[in-house]
């Protein structure tokens, strides 16, 4: 029996010696490497750091809550937003990535209604409910924008 014991540890260890988690001190440097591109506007090398620290912390919130800014610098606003989610539900009361959430959400409307306003045409009876809306939106953001200090 405790021979089977002993297996049955050496297996669960080999096991999890393969998950590839690595030493803390990995981790740390991972960390310390994603912040350091971070704050040199390094935001593709700060996304790669922080997408291997996700996958080594896959529970952590906060790693993908820096993921997703550094994806929302990068200009990939999709996966930042999914990314963005991704933090929510690992800790649904982690404020920071909700507000950048809806900032980047309305500023992703705000730009989808400005393309509709351009593209679609005013005098196809089809097109005005979406330039209605449109309107409706762009008025919405516009009320809510920080004022420009000019």
Not at 53 to 65: G, H, I, S
Not at 133 to 146: G, K, N, S, T, Y
Request: proline fraction near 3%.
């Amino acid at each position: 029996m405790r021979g089977l014991i002993i297996i049955a540890l050496s297996v669960l260890l080999q096991g999890c010696a393969g998950l590839g988690l690595g030493s803390s001190n990995d981790l740390l440097d991972l960390e310390r490497q994603a912040q350091q591109a971070y704050a040199k506007g390094n935001y593709a090398r700060s996304s790669e750091y922080y997408g291997k620290l996700a996958t080594r912390m896959p529970t952590d919130a906060d790693t993908r809550y820096r993921l997703a800014n550094s994806l929302a610098r990068e200009g990939n606003h999709g996966l930042a937003i999914q990314t963005y989610r991704e933090a929510l539900l690992r800790d649904p009361q982690h404020a920071g990535a909700w507000y950048n959430l809806m900032q980047l959400q309305a500023q992703e409307l705000t730009l989808t209604a400005m393309e509709a306003r351009r593209y679609l045409d005013k005098k196809n009876p089809r097109a005005r409910a979406a330039l209605e809306r449109a309107e409706q939106l762009i008025e919405v953001f516009d009320e809510h924008a920080p004022a420009s200090s000019e």
